[in-house]
């Protein structure tokens, strides 16, 4: 597997191409017709990639590996046993030290460094209840063996096996989403691997469980979508995870289920990948820079070799690696790099690779301007619709805003604190800048977390934000009082430049893109924001217990200088605030002549409700995806794609996937 063998590139391009035209000639229509034959599916074929694309897959690929073999692992080994969190067996160090062990392997199994670095691990292990096999670590330990176990020592090949025939079960371990699939999804391909050399030790049922799991995670995300969905920090993981059963598993049916949850994951980052960053809500994690490099020297324990930092995060680079777009850019013509530090690194090791249109989507190399919108499940993905979103694209921004239900009130848990409810994008010609809108009632990111207070409606390149601190006395006893502020925060990131002033508007332009934004109550100041660092960012604070912020965007060439688009805001848009404070309501006319209404209703949390051109937004029923260029409709079982040139259907309302290419008519 050897990914910078020619020949061995030679062989993937042409079995690429027979396997794509074998699926393209698959009768589906009959097979549909003729009943159950419609259930056995057609495999998954792989990727049509023509040999540019998989060149500079491969250079990526190769960029990757090697700059994360360059961190120092005794150094990484020293910092483990300085520091007191990693004492006595605990700590997570397997997921910073695996990624350094594998690479360096990768390009040579006789490094001293990485053996060196993996013996201390296996130390470590014989301290951990776990042996070492929990989340973070099982699924690098199974890339490790199972991609190079032909290579290794054999006490390295033999520790492996031992602890997981020993101590198998953690490898059921429940946890967050992501700590499912790297766990689950580890522990089926040993299953498989166990089960043929110790038959009679029950790894077939343990095989036949996980199975069931995964395939119900892909049934979840093809019926109703995904509960920790679209997170910048964790959908990197589960992609990784999922890498193992698409390379190593012997079924061929799980490799096929394997392969279209990856696609259903790549399928659904696509859709808000903007030039190398995530646009829009998010479940876990407010992504606002986009991948690079900058001419930072990194500090990170092992990077003393390396002389320019990173920045992006975990899914984004996964997404860089994938399909190679980012306005910062990654500088791969240099040595001392450093590339994100953990899961991409499974990615840039396998053999999956996103088709070719889920590409043309993610580099929105597609017909612009479009608005997509979509659905939510709940989590951890037993129930559809608990959420709406709405997005917008353009050639130089980018929207996206959430409608919730839920109260926001705590403060602890997996998914509230960290979800994202609105970002604005602009394109710069070397850098994506990301400004939100929020309360700040939950710690972290101010711009992050589903606050108690804030409602949002967005139309297209329009949106309103109502932020309205009532007194809630369930807010105080079940969330945290000390967080309550009355206030509204626009987060404008410091690079953008100061924004002019005028007539109560804040006006930025970033490259070709602008980005203009009124408080609702007439007042805003930038300041400070106590327990906060300012991450890059300034804060305009609105003060008051009722206020928020309309937005509008616009781009070149429709305005050519910022002062034409100031004067097109304050001409064309119409901001009534006649019901603002009698009725916490606001109604927008935007540049695009929709008319955008909103009314908070009253929270804790909540959604609004709220109108666009006169209609109500009825809340039920959204399709899990609904743009242009993808579509998933609530409970159908089946993604279709297309980039404006071939259309992707992927099919999994039987036992496996179906996958039908076609032409745009």
């Known amino acids: 597997m050897k990914i910078t063998a020619p020949w061995n590139l030679t062989l993937m391009i042409i079995g690429a191409i027979v396997l794509t035209a074998m699926a393209s000639c698959a009768p589906a229509g009959k097979a549909a017709a003729d009943g159950p034959a419609a259930d056995v599916g057609v495999a ?59 690479a360096r392997l990768y390009m040579d199994p006789t490094d001293e460094v990485a053996l060196r670095l993996y013996r201390f691990l296996m130390e470590v292990d014989k301290l951990k209840s776990d042996r070492g096999l929990y989340h973070f670590s099982a699924f690098q330990r199974t890339r490790l063996f199972f991609q190079m176990k032909d290579d290794l020592p054999d006490d390295v090949v033999d520790s492996n096996i031992y602890d997981s025939r020993n101590y198998f079960h953690i490898m059921r371990s429940g946890g967050t989403e992501n700590h499912q699939f790297m766990s689950r999804c580890s522990g089926y391909v040993w299953a498989e691997y166990l089960d043929e050399r110790f038959p009679d030790e029950g790894f077939d049922e343990h095989k ?36 193992n059963i698409y390379d190593f598993a012997r079924d061929e049916t799980m490799r096929d289920t394997a392969r279209a949850t990856l696609d259903w994951l790549a399928a659904a980052y696509a859709r808000k990948c903007f030039h190398g960053i995530n646009i829009g809500p998010e479940a876990r994690g407010f992504s606002r820079e986009p991948v690079g490099t900058v001419n930072v020297k990194p500090t990170f324990p092992g990077t003393e070799p390396l002389l320019y930092s990173q920045t992006g995060t975990h899914t984004d680079w996964t997404a860089w690696l994938w399909w190679g777009n980012s306005a910062r850019g990654v500088w791969m013509d240099r040595k001392h790099v450093e590339v994100n530090r953990y899961p991409t690194l499974n990615v840039a090791l396998s053999d999956y ?58 403060t602890s848990g997996t998914i509230l604190p960290q979800t994202s409810m609105f970002k604005a994008a602009l394109l710069d010609d070397r850098d994506v800048m990301v400004f939100g809108a929020s309360n700040g009632y939950h710690g972290g990111f101010p711009l992050a977390g589903r606050s108690p207070f804030d409602q949002y409606h967005q139309a297209r390149d329009a ?87 309309v937005v509008q965007l616009g781009q070149q060439p429709e305005y050519e200088t910022l002062e034409d688009f100031q004067s097109a805001v304050l001409e064309k848009c119409d901001l009534d605030l006649s019901e603002f404070e009698s009725g916490r309501t606001v109604s927008f006319t935007s540049l695009r002549g929709d008319e955008l209404k909103i009314r908070h209703t009253g929270g804790p949390g909540g959604r609004p409700d709220a109108w666009t051109n006169g209609e109500q937004l009825d809340y039920e029923d959204w399709p899990v995806f609904d743009s242009p260029y993808v579509r998933q409709d609530l409970h159908s079982g089946a993604l279709e794609l297309n980039d404006g040139v071939e259309k992707l259907t992927i099919d999994f309302s039987g036992s496996r996937p179906k996958y039908i290419e076609s032409q745009v008519e």
């Open 463 to 549: 949106a309103i934000n109502i932020c309205y601190v009532a007194d809630h006395e369930d807010v105080r006893r079940r969330g945290d009082a000390d967080r309550i502020s009355e206030r509204s925060i626009l987060g404008a990131p410091v690079a953008a430049g100061d924004p002019a002033r005028r007539d109560g508007w804040f006006f930025w332009q970033v490259g070709k893109a602008y980005l203009a934004a009124r408080p609702l109550n007439g007042e805003a100041e930038f300041g400070t924001l106590e327990d906060q660092r300012d991450n890059g960012y300034h804060w305009l604070i609105s003060p008051g217990k009722l206020t928020g912020w």
């Open 44 to 102: 998954a074929p792989r990727p049509p990639l023509d040999q540019p694309d998989e060149a500079a897959f491969q250079r990526r690929a190769q960029f990757y590996i090697r700059q994360t073999a360059e961190r120092d692992g005794d150094e990484m080994v020293d910092w483990f046993n300085r520091t007191e969190f990693f004492q006595d067996g605990r700590g997570d160090p397997h997921k910073y030290a695996m990624p350094v062990v594998i």
């Open 353 to 410: 690779r996103p088709h070719r249109v889920i590409r043309n989507i993610a580099t929105k190399n597609v017909p612009m301007p479009y608005e997509a919108r979509g659905s939510k499940s709940n989590y951890p993905g037993t129930e559809g619709n608990k959420d709406q979103e709405i997005l917008f694209f353009n050639d130089n921004y980018a929207m996206g805003t959430l409608y919730s239900p839920e109260r926001g009130v705590r």
């Open 208 to 243: 036949e469980w996980l199975a069931d799991w995964v395939t119900g995670r892909a049934e979840q995300f093809y019926t109703i979508g995904q509960g920790e969905y679209d997170s910048s920090t964790y959908i990197a993981f589960s992609a990784a995870s999922l890498s």
